[in-house]
Antibody
């Protein structure tokens, strides 16, 4: 099982950050894993952004909830993150990951993609 | 401020045993299992302990985990130079609604 993040590396303040995570074929459509987004600001710790179950149930970080949208396109083996009204504080490496146990046990990770918020 | 509290840094000599703590509350560690991650510089985190004390395939048995009440620990025995990394605990938190919390991380230095 492999995951790969893709999206713009540079986003302007106040705009929307959009990332896709492409998953090994078939896993999104058939597995009961939990699919999540995690980020890490430069020199800082890990911050969970949100994620979704195969059932479609989505959970969001309370501190980011008003700005986050997570969705999946199983026909494309992708799940996506949208983060609106970004500021420089949203500059981070963004990871997609999956937890086979359905919890916070993220066993498989993408390599991460750096998104810089700057004008 | 993370509600899962870890010591910012720890150190140990090769061969020693170190224990990294993760302190939480009733809404996270008190009612949900804990997972531990190892992150080497410039790489994605790696799951090394899940469901409190289980090791994924391929993780050496030098790594062990435990949880009691609202506290959890990661123990590394027979410390090796390659164990120098950042370590994070993580758990679901039920308040104000279900979400995942990561600890602030512990930087382990092998002397």
């Amino acid at each position: 099982l492999q995951l790969h993040e893709s999206g713009p590396g540079l986003v302007k303040p106040s705009e929307t950050l959009s990332l896709n995570c492409t998953v090994s074929r078939g896993y999104l459509a058939t597995s009961a894993f939990y699919w999540g987004w995690i980020r890490q600001s430069p020199g800082k710790g890990l911050e969970w952004i949100g994620g979704m179950y195969h059932s479609g149930k989505i959970y969001y970080n309370p501190s980011l909830k008003s700005r986050i949208a997570i969705s999946a396109d199983r026909s494309k083996d992708q799940f996506s993150l949208g983060l609106t009204s970004v500021t420089t504080a949203d500059t981070a490496v963004y990871y997609c990951a999956t937890a086979p146990g359905g919890g916070s046990d993220f066993q498989f990770w993408g390599q991460g993609t750096l998104v810089t918020v700057s004008s | 401020q993370s509600v899962l509290t870890q010591p910012p840094s720890m150190s140990g000599a090769p061969g020693q045993r170190v224990t990294i703590s993760c302190s939480g509350g009733s809404s996270n560690l008190g009612s949900n299992s804990v997972n531990w991650y190892q992150q080497l510089p410039g790489t994605a985190p790696k799951l090394i302990i899940y469901n409190n004390d289980q090791r994924p395939s391929g993780v050496p048995d030098r790594f062990s985990g435990s949880k009691s009440g609202t506290s959890a620990s990661l123990a590394i025995s027979g410390l090796q130079s390659e164990d120098a990394a950042d370590y994070y605990c993580a758990a679901w938190d039920d308040r104000p609604y279900a979400h995942v919390k990561f600890g602030g991380g512990t930087k382990l230095t092998v002397l």
